[in-house]
Structure formats: structure tokens, C-alpha cells
């Protein structure tokens, strides 16, 4: 089979850029049980985007109006980037798919960027809403079936989020950690199938996805006062290791492959102990993880684009070889583990 090949990465980040002593004061929370929170969260920087001074007077619509500008600015920068990274342009791009969480707009975030970037007229779309943390993967699944069913062509892939946009304050552990870790970016990858491409970046070869239903409400975002408020449900830390090895082994078990075989681990970082945990209930070590771990310290959890940042890491930073095998790891809403695998 000629599998889709990544073709170029582009990540950006509003300018904006806080430590978490900053982001605690910004926050507008007291206490140092609180601000312990923010500072043991294995997080050294994040980005936002604000516009003027944190404002926590902030309305429902003045927040999703905030989250249409800063999810435009930011994931144009990422296409712009991925583009250039690949040497094409957006006019050169078939299909375009956009996934997000942190707010609602209709025309939808694609559509919008398809006016304000120039792509072309007869573009075809796909805009994926509410996946949480685990949105890129199934995102990234979209874009490669629709190169493999149409060799030759190129196919976009945004995840961007402005989870800065969904802020909400109560004292809460959820919505504490949340708004500790939590913060705003986007990636987009540039796939074709069969095309010339840089071999540093890898081939999709296959996803697997496992979904637990009874744990449907364990994360994710609800309303409440007319604004989004996260939910993570303490269990989450725990589920997340047998969550995705079920995916896992059902995915490597179909390519004869077994763990040790794993080159690069791409791991979502959802957080300090999430990673912990996935660590431990796998056996891995520090380097295993140094990708995921450099990714949270220096911008937290974005929610979808993160892992997209993780294997920009690899590519930028990993040296990976041709041979080398990896593995695309997100955890989120529904609650579902979504995992691809990598060959470069």
C-alpha cells in the first residue's frame, strides 16, 4: 500500500507568554493550596490569547468572540508554517479539515480560512467538533482517507484551540487543574500519498480507536452560566493506561509488531500525572517520554494541536531514522483512546 506521508508541520502559539507564577496571579485565584497547583504542574510556560489585561468579568460572547479571533490568528500562522515547511501553498491543498473544542462559530473556522488565506474555491472540508484532547488523531484520519482515496492530491489538517476562551473560576480540583494547565495553540500537518517529500517526516500507516461509554462524562466540557467549564474527572488519571493499551494492542497485534519494537512515543501530555501514570502502567522510561514532557513544559496542555507538537519534537529534535517506528498516543472525551501508528 502507498501510505499518506506528512509532508510539512507547522505550529504557532499567540504571543502571549506567561510562567505559572504569571498565569496564577493573572487567574485571579488566592491561596497557596491553589497556586501549589499551578506551580507543581510540571508546566514552565504558556501561551494565550488575550487582548489587553485578563479580563474575568469576561461574557459568554465576548469569550467565543475572542476564541473566532484568536482560533483565525493563530491557526493561519500554523498553515502558513506547514506550508512553507512542505514548499507549497495553500492554493496547492485539496481538502482541508479542522478540528476544535474551545467554541462554536457558523461558518465554521475552515470555512472562514478558506475566505481569509486564499485556498481554492473548489476545496473540500471537514469540520470536527467536541473531540477535546483526542481531536487530532480522528482529525488526521480524515485527512489521510481522503489522500488514500485520491492519489496525487493534498489534504490539511488544523487542530487549534483557544482554551483560554473557555475560563471559568470556581474552587473546584477540576476546574483548579484545568485552568493550571490548560492553554491556547494550534498545529497543522500537510499530507499527500506517493508525492516527493521530506524524509524526516513520517508515513500515517494505521489508527485504532477504543471508546469506554460508561465513562462518557469523565471529561470534557459542559456549560454552565452560559460559558464552557472543563470537566476532568479524577478517575481519568487511572483509565488512561488501560484505555490505551486496549487500543494499542489491537493495533500493533495487526502489524506483527510488539511494544519494544516502538521507536518514538508521541504522547499526548494531558498533564503531570497523567503522563506518570501512562508511564508506569507501560514501563517506560524518562527518553521515552522527553518529547511529551518537553511539550508540557513549555505550553502546557493546548487540548487537541498538543500531540501534533509532540511529534513536531520528534521530527525537530529526535533524529528519527528511516525504519524507525512510531506511535501517535491522545486521550478525551467520550471517553476514547485514539492511537496511530508511524513509520518513517
Request: proline share 4%.
Amino acid at each position: 500500500m502507498n501510505h499518506p506521508r506528512i509532508l510539512g508541520i507547522g505550529i504557532a502559539n499567540p504571543p502571549i507568554r506567561l510562567t505559572q507564577e504569571q498565569s496564577f496571579q493573572a487567574a485571579g485565584y488566592q491561596g497557596e493550596r491553589i497556586r501549589k497547583i499551578f506551580l507543581n504542574s510540571a508546566i514552565d510556560y504558556r501561551h494565550f490569547y488575550l487582548e489587553g489585561a485578563p479580563n474575568r468579568e469576561e461574557t459568554s460572547d465576548q469569550m467565543n468572540q475572542r476564541y473566532l479571533r484568536g482560533a483565525m490568528e493563530t491557526g493561519c500562522r500554523a498553515i502558513l508554517n506547514c506550508v512553507k515547511a512542505a514548499g507549497t501553498t495553500v492554493q496547492d491543498v485539496d481538502f482541508l479539515a479542522v478540528c476544535t473544542c474551545t467554541g462554536y462559530v457558523c461558518p465554521d473556522v475552515g470555512s472562514r480560512l478558506v475566505a481569509h488565506m486564499g485556498f481554492s474555491n473548489n476545496l473540500q472540508r471537514a469540520s470536527i467538533v467536541g473531540l477535546g484532547c483526542a481531536g487530532a488523531l480522528p482529525t488526521l484520519q480524515r485527512a489521510v482517507d481522503f489522500v488514500r482515496a485520491n492519489p496525487g492530491r493534498q489534504a490539511l489538517m488544523l487542530a487549534v484551540e483557544i482554551c483560554s476562551a473557555c475560563y471559568y473560576v470556581d474552587n473546584t480540583l477540576e476546574t483548579v487543574v484545568g485552568n493550571a494547565i490548560c492553554a491556547d495553540g494550534a498545529a497543522a500537518f500537510l499530507l499527500a500519498a506517493g508525492q516527493q517529500a521530506n524524509l524526516s517526516y513520517p508515513l500515517i500507516i494505521d489508527f485504532e480507536t477504543f471508546i469506554a461509554t460508561e465513562h462518557l462524562h469523565e471529561v470534557g466540557l459542559q456549560h454552565r452560566d452560559g460559558k464552557l467549564r472543563i470537566m476532568l474527572g479524577a478517575s481519568v488519571q487511572q483509565l488512561a493506561g488501560p484505555m490505551i493499551e486496549t487500543a494499542l494492542q489491537q493495533l500493533l497485534r495487526r502489524h506483527g509488531l510488539s511494544r519494544s519494537r516502538i521507536d518514538f512515543w508521541v504522547v499526548h501530555p494531558g498533564g503531570r500525572r497523567v503522563i506518570d501514570n501512562v508511564q508506569k502502567h507501560f514501563g517506560m522510561t524518562d527518553t521515552h517520554l522527553r518529547f511529551s514532557r518537553t511539550v508540557l513544559r513549555n505550553y502546557g496542555n493546548m487540548s487537541s494541536p498538543t500531540v501534533m507538537f509532540v511529534l513536531e519534537e520528534v521530527v525537530r529534535s529526535g533524529d528519527p531514522r528511516s525504519g524507525d517506528w512510531g506511535v501517535m498516543i491522545a486521550l478525551g472525551p467520550g471517553m476514547a483512546a485514539e492511537v496511530a501508528l508511524l513509520r518513517w
